[in-house]
């Protein structure tokens, strides 16, 4: 009844227009308000988690197409939809932003930058995971490295601000995070020797609030633990969106691998702060602590993976906690005002560290490093997980990853500095097909601990979303889109969407009725009960 | 005169550096395709269950940007893997190594295409296999097949079938993946059925029988899937085929090399 409300309510809102579209406070109370979904993760906790109830265990097998959205460019869709007030706002590959009718999946309008023809992508194919919305404005960054605002009326440019030199390799396919009247943004770039940083904007015009450098320059705390000269180029990119905590007044935020990725000869040192998680001030950017899960990473452990804040009785105490299924295979569970470490688990097979110290630092082992002919180390090249939402439900306690089971072989190779070129020092081939599988985790939240999996034939890359109604809902490579049921993990719907599903899933009402949205390949389907 | 001579050691000390260099440069390219590449290729590029290179034209690489273009990019759908980035040293280390394995004699192959040409025909070959558009198609297609494989990798293929299942050749079911890979299923209702993967995901199945029957299971509706890694439908020639006409045979099929 609450949620039919909020919708009459909202729509006299959008007539009169005498409201902003989705302020700050709409955005902290997100799981007052499951109709919508007003930022990347659902919440500022970046839970994925939707309170809404109505599709349940009883009858998610009824679900059926609302609609279906066919984008107009190939490439890989990692997008998460943004839902507010009647309207759906997504991105496309590689930088377009689109508004669609939510009743319909028509177009409302879009725009695309023009972008141009030498844009350097190096590191990642040129996806792009979403919008930011904040009051009357979208939110997007793009290929060649500027955040854009947009109407979100009519997708008119309201301001074009450049982040970064694309020259030098600096690109965005991180969705914005808003926050009171700020604009927080990361960049992708690692793999071209960038200097990594996150960056808050004034949302109204678009200029520079405060620059967080994730490498500090000589004489700033962590500067030692970089050799030489190399901190200039040393990575640690902010490529996915981080979260937030109101109350303490801290944005989390994961950096990437040092660069070159896998050749150290020019970086000893603990490398700080990359492969690490950062809490910020929001007002200054000041990092109040950090944590580094891979100090001297030589796998490209990034650690950018979405931190999830929950409050949890640990070890017989309330805490307010973050964790984060890491790309190295562990799962880790801080304190979150202080950084504190409590725990961490393998989640999958690692053979790269002989575990790790009590403050949760690895034992690395140096003969898993990468080698000219090549070094085979679980996980394969793309993590345990990596970008792709995990999602924790408050109902059951439960932290849901998918998780990649897969060995890789890690070559070490040249490494030389030159703008806006390839500066990895290596790669990586997959044991893939047959050798590996996937599946889909869920761990005690507090501890890590397994409770059940759902296999899958190869490793995913895919967001979950879990509900109030007892559901887990999550995609394959192979194109299935899938729920499970969020205590035991049994499957209980699944459809096949003819296309890889690699964006995390959303949910929202239309008409007072729950939908999901997912996108397959280049397609975003939306189902609801009938 | 001593001009001349010292112009002339300066010339000899620049040949001998140029030398080393390039020596050099072998040297790497060979470690890089040690590791990344030996597997599939061979060590020293005789082949196996990728193609020889020890050939002086290449077919999908005749020059050596189209040979750096290969290797940086791989060959999608053709089992050809993009391992790594390089930089352009180390692609010009490899395109050095690589063509240098061209100027090596390749593995002489014993005996005749053309008698090859009849054990295949008289062995019954063609009932699963198809070469040039006739055949049966439950095996996979040979039209070409000695331009992907090299020789030793066929006459395995032939006397122990199972020993190594191609991958990654066809887009489907994907990179990876032992294709023809038989599998025994038994429905909840005891059915039992035994063929090649066509296909597969999570939830379903897609095999082919022995009768080339196409069946599509969902995996709630299986109670056993047995993947039998190791084995292979195809039967094991190494007795029917006697020694020579193995030669022969062998000989044939590496002579496939497809629409030029």
Redesign the interface.
Known sequence: MRIERFEVLSFFMAVSGAFAQVPYQRIAGADSNPSTWVTYSGNYQAQRFSQLDQINRQNVRQLKPSWVYQMRNSGIVETSPIVADGVMYITEPPSTATALDLRTGRPLWTYTPTIPRDVII?GSPPVNRGVAILDNTVFFGTVNCHLIALDAKSGIVRWDTVVDDNKKGYYITAAPLAIDGKIIIGVSGA?TGIRGFVDAYDAKTGKRIWRTWTVPGPGEPGSESWGGQSWQHGGGSTWVTGSYDPDLHLVYWGTGNPAPDWNDDTRPGDNLYTCSLLALDPDTGKIKWHFQFTPHDVHDWDSTEVPILFDADVQGRRRKVVSMANRNGFYYVLDRQTGEFITATAYVKQTWTDGLDAKGRPFARRDADP????TLVYPAISGGANWWSPSYSPRTGLFYQATREMAGIY?K????YKDGT?Y?G???????????YGAIRALEATTGKLRWEF????PPLTGLLSTAGGLVFGG?E???F?ALDAETGK?LW?L?LGGAVRSPPVSFTLGGKQQIAVTAGTSLFVFGLP | MGRFAGVLMLMSIAVFQLGAQAGRELEKGR??F???CSRCHGVEGGGGEGPNLNRPVLSRAPDDQALAAVIRDGIPDRGM?R?????D??LHAMVLYIRSLGRTAAVAIAGSPEKGKAVYQRSGCSSCHIIDGEGGSLGPELTSVGAHRAPDYLRQAVVDPAAALP??VLPIP?????EF?PVRVVTQDGREVRGIRVN?????IQIRDQSNQLYSFRK?DIQTLE?E?GQSLMPDYQARIPGADLDDLVAYLASLGGAK
Do not use: W
């Not at chain 1, 290596?426 to 590996?436: F, L, M, R, Y």
């Not at chain 2, 994907?174 to 032992?178: E, H, I, L, S, V």
């Open positions: 190096i793999e080698k000219v002919e090549g070559f190779g040249d490494a030389e390839a990895a290596g790669g990586g081939e997959t044991k893939n097909g047959d050798d590996a296999k899958l034939l190869t394959a192979e194109g299935n899938y499957p699944e096949q | 470690q890089l040690l590791g990344m893997p391992v790594r980035r390089f930089t040293a180390e991958r990654g994907g990179r990876g993946f032992n890979l597969e995901d999570s939830f379903t709630s993947k890694v």
